[in-house]
């Protein structure tokens, strides 16, 4: 169901999309004829044609068969993306330099070339965005295609605003050869050097296949469409005649297999238009760049507000489980979350949210399932979040009820010990504000890992549900006692399994009513804001990747 503000975007869009047609009087085949007539046109009524050209791209053929695929344009996905009538379209007279194997010819020269590049407004919000084209060549890269990417990402960092890229390609273009690559590995440098400066999103709306899918892979997050987007290093024919498995491009890459299976992908979407307008919502929360704080917009949930139901919303038997996102939903403002990666490693919840306004970055164990266990998948997702978190200045809110990290052979001979490094590195090096609350389990190592005090937290609170602990009570009493058990785990949970141990060492700040949970947190933030903390002077850190 479309909120109402997204229905009138969506309408606004869909007026400016039947206004295009307009602008496309003629055929792609009349501007050739005509562009290749003898009679000498002046310079006005030649920018005229190649205007008409380049909104044209491959040709009306070819945009009907893109809508019968169902999927937009190059163009009608910008217009729908940005605020009406704030794209701004830099080199639209572009050409591919390419003269060899009848690519010279004029039939085979399009305007703007396979891309289509510019800058405009969400929701009034400076972006610059690049939408290959399918129509003209498959969307494949040329030099030239390269070129007007690298143009834009270069604005972007000068100018601190962020990039959003609508792939949507075949691929290199073999008639290039070597330039080609050559503007793909343009493309990563800049992809690299962005990083950590604007935020960069990928949105795969069609095919992306070979070395094209490196750049989806550098930047901060990367979107799919259900059913007609495809992410792989080699496709289905190649892993058949090398490997003899079959395989279809959905099972190899698709959303399904790349936002469940392998993590490439941080959301999925139903089609073009679901994926675009909530491209538009997660945009909201975002700073322009590694300058900015984190964006605030007037707040209507009062910062004050009890939350009477989380009192009662954890278990008293400690091996039950509960949803940890609706603890997230009860405290954020109007209980909206945008949750990153909802079907890969489920045992760890990310996204954003706000408080009291300010956009916030949540990260929480999820007692659902594994217990909330930590393992191999869900330490690098979390470990990634709170890195792009830090990089540009979201506070991050640690919702903490881990029993430990998940035992077995399978994790350990994956690395565990290495992944699950990784996401304390990542909290132990951030320097935005960090609060956590423990609302349950905190065992072992894990206590550690998950935004302790002793990584450099804010502010640390427990609910009185809390137990910090090196590990559960029965297998404590067990290794402790050695069969002589007889009361001891009852002298056990009395001790330890409690908030109190780590309350008086002063490794929690406070106790507190689940119900104040919200009312702590937006406090803390406002404190928080003009928060300042350096680490020593490295050329980088070495991360164990």
């Known amino acids: 169901m479309l909120r109402p503000r997204a229905c009138a975007l969506l309408l606004s869009a869909m007026a400016a999309l039947r206004l295009l047609p307009r602008l496309l009087p003629v055929s792609r085949t009349q501007l050739v004829r005509s562009r290749s007539a003898s009679a000498p046109r002046s310079v006005p009524e030649r920018i005229a044609e190649k205007r008409r050209a380049a909104l044209l791209g491959g040709g009306q053929a070819r945009i009907n068969a893109q809508h019968k695929r169902g999927k937009l344009t190059a163009r009608e996905r910008i217009l729908l993306l940005l ?12 050409e591919h330099r390419c003269a060899d194997f009848g690519m010279e010819s004029d039939q085979n020269k399009y305007p703007g070339d396979s891309v289509v590049t510019g800058q405009g407004r969400i929701n009034g919000r400076l972006v610059y965005v690049f939408s290959q084209d399918f129509t003209v ?28 890229g609508l792939n949507d390609s075949g691929g290199a273009r073999i008639q290039e050869g070597v330039e080609s690559l050559a503007g793909y590995a343009d493309i990563f440098l800049r992809n690299v050097l962005c990083s950590g400066v604007v935020p960069q999103i990928s949105l795969i709306m069609g095919p992306c ?16 469409v259900k059913d007609t987007s ?32 392998s993590g490439v992908a941080h959301r999925a979407f139903e089609n073009d238009v679901d994926a675009l307008l909530n491209l538009r919502e997660f945009f909201n929360y975002l700073p322009l760049s590694n300058r900015d704080p984190a964006p605030v917009r007037k707040c209507h949930d009062p910062s004050n507000r009890l939350v009477p139901e989380l009192d009662t919303v954890v278990p008293m038997e400690s091996t039950k489980a509960y949803d940890m996102v609706d603890i997230v939903h009860s405290i954020v403002d109007e ?53 792009f978190c830090d990089a540009f200045n979201i506070p991050l809110i640690t919702f903490v009820d881990v029993p430990g990290f998940l035992p077995g052979t399978a994790q350990e001979y994956g690395g ?45 609170y427990a609910w009185p549900t809390a137990e910090v602990a090196v590990m559960g009570a029965k297998g404590a009493v067990q290794i402790i006692f050695r ?15 409690n908030p109190f141990p780590a309350a008086v060492r002063g490794f929690v700040d406070d106790i507190i009513e689940p119900s104040t949970t919200r009312i702590r947190i937006c406090c803390d933030l406002e404190v928080l804001a003009s928060k300042t903390q350096s680490s020593p002077w490295k050329k980088h850190a070495n991360i164990p990747l």
């Open 137 to 164: 060549f498959g969307g494949s890269l040329s030099g030239a295609h390269a070129q007007k990417i690298c143009k834009i990402m270069d604005q972007a960092v000068m100018v601190g605003a962020p990039v959003i």
């Open 416 to 460: 565990i010990i290495r992944h699950g490094a990784k996401l304390l590195f990542a909290f132990a090096e951030a320097t935005v504000p960090k609060i956590t609350i423990i609302t349950r389990k905190a065992y072992g190592g894990a206590y550690d890992v998950m935004s302790s005090k002793h990584l450099r937290g804010d502010v640390n």
């Open 230 to 261: 495809y992410l792989f290093i080699t496709g289905p024919d190649v892993v058949k005649s090398v490997t003899n498995e079959d395989v279809t491009q959905e099972q190899l890459g698709g959303a399904k297999t790349h936002t469940a299976v």
């Open 335 to 387: 209980r909206e979350f945008f949750e990153i990666m909802p079907s890969y490693a489920r045992n760890m919840i990310v996204g954003f949210a706000r408080m009291n306004g300010r956009t916030v970055g949540i990260l929480a164990n999820q007692p659902k399932v594994a217990s909330g266990c930590l393992d191999i998948n869900s330490s690098v997702k979390g470990a990634r979040f709170v890195r």
């Open 209 to 224: 296949a070979g070395g094209a899918v490196y750049s989806p892979a550098l930047t901060d997050f990367t979107f799919m």
């Open 483 to 497: 069969g002589k058990e007889t009361d001891a785990e009852a002298e056990y949970v009395n001790k330890f399994a």
């Open 83 to 94: 605020d009406p009538g704030s794209f701004v379209e830099y080199d639209m007279f572009v």
